[in-house]
């Protein structure tokens, strides 16, 4: 069952300046969520509720920052990849897996070294 619980909590906001001002958020979390945090605040995890909530933030930014420079990176891969195959680079993959079955089975037929 979900209840109101309203945990006041900072943000951290950058301003055009550089320095950083709290703004304050309510949220509302089942019973079970905000006794989870509240052990992880009581066994020295975190300072606070607002610490708590900052580090979740930070952590999901990051996560989004890595995500986002991996995408560039599969892109710039495949526009690689593409400008090869274009310039007649590259090989044709039902080729390339036979090639690879066929050394597959031969390797299959050795003896195994001792």
């Known amino acids: 069952m ?29 019973d079970p969520m905000r006794d989870y945090v509240q052990k992880r605040i009581d066994k020295g995890h975190y300072a606070s509720v607002s610490d708590y909530v900052r580090d979740l933030i930070r952590r ?26 274009e310039s007649g680079g590259g090989r044709e993959l039902g080729a390339f897996c036979r090639e690879l079955t066929s050394e597959i089975e031969a390797q299959g037929h050795q003896t195994p070294l001792q």
């Not at 619980?5 to 309510?26: R, Y």
């Not at 930014?61 to 400008?83: F, I, M, P, Y």
């Open 2 to 30: 979900l209840t109101s619980v309203w945990l006041s909590m900072a943000i951290c906001a950058i301003m055009t300046s550089g320095d950083m001002s709290m703004a304050s958020m309510n949220v509302s979390l089942p």
């Open 60 to 85: 999901d930014q990051a996560d989004t920052e890595n995500e986002q420079r991996w995408l560039s990176s599969l892109d710039a891969s495949v526009e690689e990849a593409v400008e090869e195959l």
